[in-house]
């Protein structure tokens, strides 16, 4: 018996689609390769049958490769992430076996990345790796964080605890972050909805009003702001394929270049110290830090080992920086408050309390405490923003379209000014 060649499209360990050929008896064979080289099958076809002398190419093969890469699942979400962790912590909390438990997440999962990924950590059990392991072949699901946190699960016989504790982690972690968004929105709908009219304007607006100008003025200037708006539409108009093709290599340039480590400190470092959205920037990062160190501490991970993960956790470079010198203090002997203290980075009181802490052995629960506090004070901060943005950001709207309008009517209150001086 011949066998037969299958063409083959499948995810692997990162969630990257490829695509190969693969020599097999039948279908569920071709699929169990690929499962054996961890790869998880979304489409197989009948490439070339040998036993009956022919070929199957499917002509539209590269479109539906095109759109399925186009639409399909690039990156799970966190939300996903936080109710397969609530959910397992429950399922292992109610006694339930681990392995049964995967099996159980896996078919509540829609077909996509994250089932693919739990079905390899399915197989990857069940040939003998722990769950900690079995995880770690997929670093763009499951974090350096959460790997770490299954590890000391499995080492202290607590996983169900871990779960637990993780789920709160990434609960008020999603939490944070909404607040954090929700903070940015209006100023970024606002920005929106202006640069749209403004741009409306530029287009349909004033090309009509530039001929009524050119009719009645017979030739004199137009005034300065007027001419201004005027050329700002005429650039618009003659030239917006180039200022759409400008636009979409800027995109991945810019993309390209916040990936610069200088950059990306630069950047980094103005926001933490800006005005107004600063103190956002600060709190959000001291929260994210204490949070961190604080359940990793409580689940057993050792504290330089603990650092390292809330460093490479921080989402701030001034934050990562300051981690790094507290880690190197650490090392050398120092406490934590006092290497916290050495750093700069952090408020008076958060050394305090972290003082506090060590002094009463309880420097995991004071570390969340903090955690606690800064995310109430982050709610503070959100809403006098928010309340001082509406005002800043309706001006800027008035400014932005009435200074068009105004550009509009200057010479036409020249023309009735000229008028009234012939009278």
């Known amino acids: 018996m011949q066998p037969i060649l299958y063409s083959c499209w499948a995810l692997n360990s990162s969630g990257v689609e490829v695509h190969i050929s693969i020599n097999a008896f039948s279908e569920e064979e071709a699929i169990d390769g690929l499962r054996k080289q961890d790869l998880f099958p979304k489409k197989i076809e009948v490439l070339q049958d040998s036993r009956f002398g022919i070929e199957h190419k499917k002509k539209s093969s590269k479109r539906d490769i095109f759109f399925f890469g186009l639409f399909k699942q690039r990156k ?170 400008l636009i979409a290599v800027a995109q991945p340039l810019i993309a390209t270049l916040l990936k610069n480590p200088a950059v990306r ?28 160190l604080g359940t990793l501490m409580l689940s057993g991970v050792p504290i330089l080992q603990a650092l390292n993960n809330a460093r490479e956790t921080a989402g701030n470079q001034v934050i990562a920086d300051a981690i790094a010198l507290i880690y190197t203090n650490v090392k050398g002997g120092e406490s934590i408050r006092d290497a916290m203290a050495a750093s700069g980075a952090y408020p008076i009181m958060v050394v305090g309390m972290v003082q506090v802490g060590e002094e009463t052995g309880s420097l995991p629960r004071m570390l969340l405490k903090v955690a606690d506090l800064f995310d109430e004070e982050v709610d503070t901060v959100v809403a006098g923003l928010t309340s001082l943005m509406e005002p800043i950001m309706i001006v800027f709207l008035a400014l932005m379209i009435g200074t068009v309008v105004v550009a509009l009517f200057l010479p036409l209150i020249g023309i009735v000014s000229g008028m009234q001086d012939m009278h």
């Not at 995967?102 to 999962?109: D, H, L, V």
């Not at 630069?266 to 920037?281: E, N």
Request: one cysteine or more; charged letters at 20%; hydrophobic letters at 50%.
């Open 76 to 245: 799970v979400p966190d939300k996903e992430i936080m109710i397969f962790t609530r959910q397992m912590a429950t399922l292992l909390d109610a006694g339930l076996p681990l392995l049964r438990g995967i099996e159980m997440m896996e078919s509540q999962q829609p077909e996509g990345l994250f089932k693919s990924v739990l079905i390899q950590i399915r197989n990857a059990i069940q040939s003998g790796e722990s769950l900690s392991e079995a995880m770690e072949h997929h670093p763009k699901v499951f974090n350096h964080l959460y790997v770490q946190m299954m590890k000391a699960g499995e080492l202290g016989g607590v996983l169900d605890v871990i779960l637990n504790r993780m789920a709160e982690f990434t609960e008020k972690a999603q939490k944070l972050n909404g607040k954090i968004k929700s903070a940015m929105m209006y100023p970024c709908i606002v920005l929106f909805i202006t640069l749209s009219i403004v741009i409306g304007l530029l287009i349909f607006i004033v090309p009509k009003f530039e001929k009524i100008f050119a009719d009645m003025l017979g030739g004199r200037p137009l005034p300065f702001l007027t001419q201004m708006v005027v050329d700002g539409s005429n650039m618009l108009k003659n030239h917006v394929i180039l200022i759409l093709i």
């Open 265 to 292: 400190t630069f950047l980094d470092r103005f926001l933490y110290w800006m005005p107004m959205f600063g103190s956002l920037v600060r709190m959000s990062s001291i929260a994210r830090f204490c949070r961190t």
